[in-house]
């Protein structure tokens, strides 16, 4: 069975979103797609379309969990899903996971993080990425948690651990 | 964009599921690949495995969107989202699809049989495949209602009808 | 515990919804609040405002399950609650309850009545109060379906009933 | 129409929850109930027990939306709601909530915090109540983000700022 990787991070809109943490968004999209995992994302824009642009450059399968509408999905997304669960979406993205990747993210991101945490979901943050990736890789802030996520510095990093972490029983 | 097309039905156990109903689901599957479409559905068994297995040997893309477990997933699904929602599932199924086509079917079944024309997804309901889709097909039930399903009597009609029916805006 | 009753049927529109009918919802609502449960439902118009007219009538308690604002909640609703899942707030009242009872109803109705008894929750229909209460009240009907909802023709059978019905372990 | 206060904080089992830290959610509840709110929360123990237990005292009315089944509520919660939602419960708590006070809290509380603020509903936390709370309280972590929570230092600062804050339009 293939290995579904969650990419969780800030939409279009955000200014933390510079060239180059694009780039660790695509690159890390390329790495799931040539390792043949399945991409799953929000499907919208910024960090979601960056990785799903990456996972397409690869001939990767990526799929869309879209709060609403459908038709708001980024162009490279293979299967967008138009949940009609506004935010809730974030959940369904999270539990239908393997493996969470964060890069960059503001509040939305943050509430994937936690969630993914919270139901024992391997987590995986880019420290180099800005916004919460960056923040949660911090010592000082992960001291006041019993259950912390994987701290990596690298697309390559990230990818490669996601897919060695052995897959979790309950999902 | 590829139609996705959510396929409903009984899952395995359903006492009604005899050769000729599974045959009706197989068939079905084969045509929405044939057609390019995207099959969505629960993932189980019974319709649900038939509805695969037929996409699948056409080369199709099959999504299924389970209770809990993604390991629970038959063999034709590509793309098993484990979604931790138990029933809940079955509106993501609806609300992802552009059209229902149901397939025998009980109780589970017609949950989303009514929550799609509820909130006006197009439905169409082979009036051969018993179950369900059986009895509401049927015109002393339909004057109950005044938003109907459509009825058809074969794979082909269904098919035919679900990349017809233009796609409507709010998914 | 309190008993937690949840009373599913038409909102405001149905034409079906004649002062017989209204009067059926009114009643119940009086003796779930006569007997100390808890209405829950959808918030809105129609059989949700009178079922909760009528517990307010008794002094009962009333919890709406709203699909986005709670401020579209009727105004016998003491405890509103926008939950913002829109249709999916079905199966909060479905899965939130110790028993539902099913008066008069559409599509949106059937889904919950549905998934309750796909989800082994009782469920008692009032036969004479039209819809789709009246529909799954009949013989040839219900023979379609292995489990059953129970059938009962007029309020006071419904919540004794309703009363009766040994609180299921799992919810 | 009565405000709806959510508390949202740690489960029983966080090693943070000392005396210190369930009276200051016992004392939210208290005030929330003095002030004609609706308490709504998890339903579970330790901060959703201590709160309710407040409220209680009070004469207030407590709401728990809990994770599936309602035989796990707390012994101070008036209406027990059993979603079977699973985690997914935390996002019905935050949307059906006109404001959300965080005490102490984890994973699962900063979860609710976050998708809050990502909705745009009022966040406020008790800076001296521990756990993400405190996290959240300190101006080098609050500077990563566009959005803040309200920091207070006291039950009774944030439950009279809970009451102040004009009710949100969309839910």
Do not use: H
């Amino acid at each position: 069975m293939k290995k579904i990787i969650a990419v969780c991070g800030s939409n279009a809109g955000d200014k933390n979103l510079n060239k180059e943490v694009l780039e660790i968004a695509e690159r890390v999209g390329e790495l799931i797609a040539e390792k043949g995992g399945i991409l799953i994302c929000g499907g919208l824009g910024g960090i979601m379309e960056a990785v799903a642009k990456g996972a397409k450059k690869k001939g990767g399968i990526t799929v869309g969990i879209l709060p609403y509408d459908k038709s708001k999905a980024n162009k490279y997304i293979d299967i967008p899903l138009g949940t009609n669960l506004g935010f809730y979406r974030n959940y369904v993205i999270v539990n239908s996971a393997d493996v969470i990747i964060g890069i960059c993210g503001r509040w939305g991101t943050l509430s994937e993080i936690s969630i993914a945490i919270a139901v024992a979901k391997p987590v995986i943050l880019i420290s180099t990425s800005k916004g919460i990736s960056e923040l949660f890789s911090k010592e000082e802030i992960l001291e006041y948690f019993e259950e912390k996520p994987y701290i990596v510095n690298s697309p390559e990093e990230a990818v490669e651990l996601a897919f060695k972490i052995k897959e979790i029983n309950q999902n």
